[in-house]
């Protein structure tokens, strides 16, 4: 029994504590709309649109279905860089994605990585003036392609 326990009393903490780094925002048009807003106004604060990904034509490719979900990278050496230089493993997570997606309900979302989550992910220090910009222009994306 005390075994049990213990192995509940972890589960809870680990899930009590967990983070999924993601910001997720509710938009107030489709998937496409979406997703045309926000390249629209990456591409006009000088953004690279590196790649669009329709996961659901990816399904339907194989045959499965998906909800609409698609999956936006962007992003700009000018502000990635230095972040990269704080610290090199952020290269993982970089160039930045944003996912818009379709609920079972129908409603559509949109989700990026918090910037916060990669300062804790890479142990980023001394780099308060990049990650500012980069939480900043998250945040302005996401308002431009979602309201």
């Not at 604060?45 to 990904?53: L, P, S």
Request: charged letters at 20%; hydrophobic letters at 40%.
């Amino acid at each position: 029994m005390k075994k049990i326990l213990l192995i509940l009393l972890l589960t809870i903490t680990t899930l009590g504590f967990a983070d999924d780094g993601l910001v997720t925002l509710q938009s107030n048009h489709s998937v496409d709309e979406t997703r045309t807003n926000l390249v629209n106004a990456l591409k006009s604060k000088g953004m690279t649109v590196f790649k669009v990904i329709d996961h659901q034509k990816g399904g339907q490719s194989v045959g499965k279905e998906l909800r609409p979900t698609t999956v936006v990278i962007f992003g700009n050496p000018k502000v990635g860089t230095p972040l990269m230089q704080c610290a090199q493993t952020a290269a993982i997570d970089l160039p930045q994605k944003a996912l818009i997606w379709e609920d079972e309900k129908g409603q559509v979302w949109y989700s990026y990585n918090d910037p916060q989550y990669m300062v804790k992910r890479h142990n980023i220090k001394g780099c308060e003036q990049p990650l500012n910009k980069i939480t900043h222009a998250l945040a302005n994306f996401a308002k431009a392609a979602t309201k």
